[in-house]
C-alpha cells in the first residue's frame, strides 16, 4: 500500500494514524504525545549539567597552575620528541577514587619528582574515568560516592578539585579521556592524555585528540594490534569537523587543527606482552612507516601494566627493572613509561570509602608507595648510566 507523504506530516492530523487525538484539539498537545510514543523509550533520567566555562569559574586554574601545565606539556613534548634524553614516567593510582589518598599521593611524588627532575620527567596518573569491558564502577566522574547514586556534577566538580589540588602540590597531571564531553569541565588542568585499547580505534576518540591541547598517546588494542594506534595517531594528525559541545554546553560544530603530539602506548594484549626490545623496534617500524614524524615516530611509552603485566603488580615492578636494565645499557626508542601505583599494595572491590583500605587501589592492581620510590629512583639511575655510554 502506498502512502501519502501527507498522511505522514505530523504537522497535520490524518485518520489514518490509528490512536490520533482529535485533530480538533490543540496541535501542539496531540504532536507532543506522538513523538513521545517514538522518542527516550530507554532513558530513564536527563539531569541538566552546568556549562564547562561555569565549572570552570566556579574552580579556576589561576596562574600559577596554568604555568606548570603549558610548562610540563613543553617538557612531555620535548622527551617525546627526542628533544630531551630524560625518560616520561606516567605513575600513580589505576584510578582515583578516593580524593584525599590522591592528594597524598600527589604529596609523596612531588619532592621525588623533584629530586629526580635531571633525569626523568614525572607525571602523575589521575584518572577519572574507567573503560569496562562488560559493566563496573566507571570512574570517579561518573559514579563519585562509589554507591550506584551516579551524580555525575558532583563527580565533575570533584575530578576537577582534585586536579587542581595534584596541581598545588607541584606535580603535572595525566589522565585516560574517555566521554567526548567531559574534557571541556577538565582538560585545561591535564598535561598528557590517553585514549585507551577499547577505543583507539573509535573514530569520536581520534577526532576528540586531533581537538586536545596537549599529547596523547594512543594505546595498542586490546587484541595487541599496533596498527589500529598508528592510524589513531594519523586521524588524530588530520583536520578534523565533527559534532561537539562549546564552553556554554551547547551543541556545536568542531572543527580541529589536528593534534602532532600523538605517540604510540605498548600495553601487552590478549596474545601477551609486547615491551620487548624486538616488540619496540617493530613497533616503530610500523610507525615509521605511516609517514608522520614527530612523536610517533621518535619513540614510544611503554605501559608495564595491563597486559605487559598480566595486571599483577609484582609482575609490573619486574617488568619496570627490566626496561630500567636496557635503558642503562643504552636501547634507545623507549620515550616514556608507564606505571599503576598507589600507597597500598594491590586492590580491592569498589565500595563505600568508609568499608575500604585507604590508598589501596577499586580497580587494576598497583604498585605500593615504597616500590614505587625505589622504581623510580632506579630508572633515573640507568638514565644517568646511559647518558655515559
Not at 194 to 207: D, F, L
Not at 304 to 333: F, M, P, T, W, Y
Not at 366 to 373: G, K, M, P, Q, R
Request: net charge negative.
Amino acid at each position: 500500500m502506498t502512502v501519502s507523504p501527507t498522511a505522514l506530516n505530523v504537522s497535520e492530523p490524518s485518520d489514518s494514524l490509528a490512536g490520533t487525538p482529535d485533530p480538533a484539539g490543540p496541535a501542539a498537545d496531540w504532536k507532543a504525545e506522538l513523538l513521545a510514543e517514538t522518542s527516550d523509550l530507554r532513558i530513564r533520567a536527563l539531569d541538566a549539567l552546568p556549562a564547562p566555562r561555569d565549572v570552570r569559574v566556579e574552580q579556576p586554574l589561576g596562574t600559577e597552575r596554568s604555568d606548570l601545565v603549558a610548562f610540563s606539556r613543553r617538557e612531555v613534548r620535548d622527551v617525546l620528541m627526542g628533544e630531551d634524553d630524560r625518560l616520561l614516567v606516567i605513575v600513580g593510582p589505576c584510578s582515583v577514587h578516593d580524593p584525599a589518598a590522591a592528594l597524598d599521593y600527589a604529596q609523596r611524588l612531588a619532592p621525588l619528582a623533584r629530586e629526580l627532575a635531571d633525569e626523568l620527567v614525572v607525571v602523575m596518573r589521575v584518572y577519572f574515568e574507567k573503560p569496562r569491558t562488560t559493566v563496573g564502577w566507571k570512574g570517579l566522574i561518573n559514579d563519585p560516592r562509589l554507591d550506584g547514586s551516579h551524580d555525575v556534577l558532583h563527580g565533575l566538580r570533584l575530578a576537577r578539585e582534585v586536579l587542581l589540588g595534584v596541581l598545588d602540590a607541584g606535580v603535572p597531571a595525566a589522565t585516560e579521556f574517555l566521554e567526548p564531553t567531559s574534557p571541556q569541565y577538565i582538560a585545561d588542568a591535564v598535561t598528557w592524555g590517553a585514549i585507551g585499547a577499547r577505543n583507539v580505534e573509535s573514530q569520536v576518540h581520534r577526532q576528540l585528540a586531533s581537538g586536545l591541547s596537549m599529547p596523547v598517546g594512543m594505546k595498542n588494542a586490546t587484541d595487541g594490534d599496533i596498527q589500529t594506534a598508528v592510524d589513531a595517531c594519523i586521524t588524530a594528525a588530520s583536520e578534523h569537523t565533527f559534532f561537539g559541545a562549546d564552553s556554554e554546553g551547547r551543541a556545536a560544530s568542531v572543527a580541529t587543527t589536528g593534534n602532532p603530539d600523538c605517540h604510540l602506548i605498548l600495553r601487552g594484549g590478549r596474545s601477551g606482552p609486547n615491551y620487548s626490545r624486538d616488540d619496540v623496534e617493530a613497533a616503530l617500524a610500523v610507525a615509521r612507516r605511516s609517514g608522520l614524524e614527530g612523536a610517533v615516530a621518535s619513540g614510544l611509552v611503554v605501559d608495564a601494566s595491563h597486559g605487559n603485566s598480566g595486571k599483577d603488580h609484582v609482575r609490573q615492578a619486574a617488568v619496570v627493572r627490566e626496561i630500567a636494565d636496557r635503558l642503562a645499557a643504552g636501547e634507545q626508542g623507549i620515550t616514556g613509561l608507564m606505571m599503576e601505583s598507589f600507597i597500598e599494595a594491590g586492590a580491592q572491590a569498589p565500595g563505600p570509602l568508609d568499608t575500604l583500605t585507604y590508598g589501596k587501589s577499586v580497580t587494576d592492581k598497583c604498585i605500593d608507595w615504597d616500590t614505587t620510590a625505589d622504581l623510580l629512583r632506579e630508572l633515573a639511575a640507568s638514565i644517568r648510566a646511559r647518558r655515559v655510554l
